[in-house]
T-cell receptor
Framework: DADVTQTPRNRITKTGKRIMLECSQT?????MYWYRQDPGLGLRLIYY???????NKGEISDGYSVSRQAQAKFSLSLESAIPNQTALYFC?????????????FGDGTRLSIL | EDQVTQSPEALRLQEGESSSLNCSYT??????LFWYRQDPGKGPEFLFT???AGEEKEKERLKATLTKKESFLHITAPKPEDSATYLC??????????????FGQGTELSVKP
C-alpha cells in the first residue's frame, strides 16, 4: 500500500463547482504539503501544514483552501473552480528533523476544469 | 528572488551514452538540495539530498554533485529504464519557510535502446 494516498486520481468538473482533493498518509509525518504541477512551470507550493493546528499559505494559495483534519489527513478545496486551475495536484509529507528529511509524494490527482 | 533553473529541458540519449543534467540555483541560503525522479502518472520519487559544496552521492548509474551555485546529476551508461523526468529542488535555511522546496522545471530524459 502507498504511504501517501491521494483521492481521486482523476477528476473532470465544470467551472464554478466546489471540489475537494484528499490526502492521507501512513508515514506518521507531521508536515504535509499541497503542490500543483503545470507543464514548463514545475511544482509550486499551494499550502503547507506543520501540524494539525498550523496552516500556512504557499506561493499560489489564491482560490484554494485547506483543512488538516488529523495528523494523517490534509485536504485541498477549490471553492469555485476555474479553468486555469486545471493541473496535476500533489500531496507530500515530511518528517522535520535536524538532518532534514526529504518530502515524500503521492501519485497525484489530475484535475480538469471545463 | 530565490530561483532554481534546470537544463536542458529535454535530453535524448542512446543506451550507454553518458551525460549530465544541470541544476543551477540562486537562493538566500541553502539548507539542502534534493534530486527527484518522476515517471509518467506518478509522483516524484526521492533520489538524493546534498547539503554542502563538494558533496557527492551515488546510486546505481546516477551520481549527484554540488557546488555553491549548481548541482549536476551524472548518468553513466544509461539504460532505457532510466527514462523519466528528473527534478531538482532546493530547501531554504529560513526556519519560517517550514521546509518548503523550490523546484526547477525538470529535465525530461529519454534513453533509446
Amino acid at each position: 500500500d502507498a504511504d501517501v494516498t491521494q483521492t481521486p486520481r482523476n477528476r473532470i468538473t465544470k467551472t464554478g463547482k466546489r471540489i475537494m482533493l484528499e490526502c492521507s498518509q501512513t508515514k506518521g509525518h507531521d508536515r504535509m504539503y499541497w503542490y500543483r504541477q503545470d507543464p514548463g512551470l514545475g511544482l509550486r507550493l499551494i499550502y503547507y501544514s506543520f501540524d494539525v493546528k498550523d496552516i500556512n499559505k504557499g506561493e499560489i494559495s489564491d482560490g484554494y483552501s485547506v483543512s488538516r483534519q488529523a495528523q494523517a489527513k490534509f485536504s485541498l478545496s477549490l471553492e469555485s473552480a476555474i479553468p486555469n486551475q486545471t493541473a496535476l495536484y500533489f500531496c507530500a509529507t515530511s518528517d522535520w528533523t535536524e538532518t532534514n528529511q526529504p518530502q515524500h509524494f503521492g501519485d497525484g490527482t489530475r484535475l480538469s476544469i471545463l | 528572488e530565490d530561483q532554481v533553473t534546470q537544463s536542458p529541458e529535454a535530453l535524448r540519449l542512446q543506451e550507454g551514452e553518458s551525460s549530465s543534467l544541470n541544476c543551477s540555483y540562486t537562493v538566500s541560503g541553502l539548507r539542502g538540495l534534493f534530486w527527484y525522479r518522476q515517471d509518467p502518472g506518478k509522483g516524484p520519487e526521492f533520489l538524493f539530498t546534498l547539503y554542502s559544496a563538494g558533496e557527492e552521492k551515488e546510486k546505481e548509474r546516477l551520481k549527484a554533485t554540488l557546488t555553491k551555485k549548481e548541482s549536476f546529476l551524472h548518468i553513466t551508461a544509461p539504460k532505457p529504464e532510466d527514462s523519466a523526468t528528473y527534478l531538482c529542488a532546493v530547501q531554504l535555511t529560513l526556519y519560517n519557510q517550514g521546509g518548503k522546496l523550490i523546484f526547477g522545471q525538470g529535465t525530461e530524459l529519454s534513453v533509446k535502446p
